[in-house]
């Protein structure tokens, strides 16, 4: 899947809401030699912000137990003293060393030199082991010289045990971890199969700020139009919002047009999470909302290809109909989208 635009230059931390679910918890980062000599103060600098965090943490590394590393290994010591240090050896198939590990992990993160990434060059997000499985072929021989489908295989098998929750592969660089694991974009690949969803609506001033980032990416791509966080706040009573583990990842606003029919507007889901099925989950959990509201017409108005793929997909049908043509003069040139739920055949009639 795509990330192609970040919400903000600088991303948005939520410290205080993922940590409390790391506090006290294992977070364990692997390098390879090369890699941990390149980064070695960003990788130092983040694992030290982790356990700054009361985030329980270890190091995994190969480097080579002779005389010219002897400075470097005792600089680790120095700098981590509250981080538990694995080295694996040299000849050991690194990969297969870290994941055949004792040690209890709720996290596991592989550094790499580049970003996890599919057959058309776009970077991986958020994946399931199911997913991993089925996209094994859009995948190459991206981490060292091993068999990397072998390595995903084993990382799959790992978390369907239940002996790590979730694996992150990323990009090594500055503050790579403390992005990844504390901000909703994040920076690599993390493969899971506990993400918890919720949908509700829109209640606190935090909420209405993440709202208004997700959407002003859209409003960066020419998708949406301009809703300041004034507008936001006013009307937050008509906005929901998707989370992923108590995260605000998606949103969509009701927008009454009569006494049947409500319009799902300002639709958007972060980048991380497209092609996650969260679109699908917001569609619906907001449809079945409504419904209990005694809506049961449904319109979306939008320009853009990835939310026609998903109304398409949720059974919606591009039609200007005479009864909204006032709504659709609001937004001359864009695709309206219809469903009726539980009148399609007396509608017709």
């Known amino acids: 899947m795509s990330r192609p635009l970040s919400i903000l230059t600088m991303p948005q ?44 943490t270890s190091l995994f590394h190969n480097l080579p137990n002779r005389f010219a590393n002897q400075k470097l290994l005792k600089e680790l010591e120095k700098k981590l003293p509250a981080t538990h240090l694995v080295r694996i050896a040299p000849e050991v198939d690194f990969y297969a060393a870290v994941l055949d590990h004792p040690d209890g992990m709720h996290k596991l993160i592989f550094l790499e030199r580049r970003s996890l990434i599919d057959r ?15 996209s094994l072929a859009d995948f190459g021989d991206l981490i060292a010289n091993v068999n990397f489908k072998d ?3 084993r990382i799959c098998e790992k978390i369907e045990a239940g002996d790590c929750e979730r694996v992150h592969i990323l990009p090594a660089g500055k503050n790579t971890i403390k992005h990844e694991l504390f901000t909703v974009e994040g920076t690599g690949t993390m493969i899971a199969n506990n993400f918890t ?23 960066r791509a020419g998708f949406l ?5 004034q507008y936001l706040s006013r009307n937050r009573h008509h906005f929901f919002v998707t989370a992923i583990d108590g995260i605000v990842v998606g949103c969509v606003e009701q927008k009454v047009i009569d006494e049947q029919t409500v319009e799902l507007g300002a639709l958007a889901i972060s980048t991380r999470f497209r092609n996650q099925r969260v679109g699908v989950y917001t569609v619906n959990s907001f449809i079945g909302t409504m419904l209990a509201q ?7 108005l939008t320009s853009n290809p990835r939310l026609q793929a998903l109304f398409r997909q949720l059974g919606f049908v591009e039609e200007s109909r005479s009864e909204y043509l006032g709504r659709q003069n609001e937004s001359p040139g864009v695709t309206m989208f219809f469903k009726a739920v539980g009148e399609e055949q007396s509608d017709e009639q």
């Open 151 to 153: 390595t995903m295989n």
């Open 197 to 219: 969803e919720e949908f509700r609506q829109v209640k606190t001033d935090e909420d209405v700020a993440i709202v208004f980032r997700i959407l002003t990416s859209y409003k």
């Open 13 to 56: 931390l939520y410290l205080h809401e993922y940590a409390k679910n790391l506090a006290g918890r294992r977070v364990c980062i692997a390098c390879r030699e090369g890699i941990l000599r390149d980064h070695f103060n960003e990788i130092v600098d983040d694992i030290k912000f982790l356990v700054r965090k009361d985030i329980s």
């Open 120 to 134: 058309w060059g776009n970077k991986m997000n958020a994946l399931t082991t199911g997913r991993v499985r089925e």
């Open 225 to 229: 139009k301009p809703r300041s966080k």
């Open 294 to 300: 005694g809506y049961s017409r449904f319109i979306s």
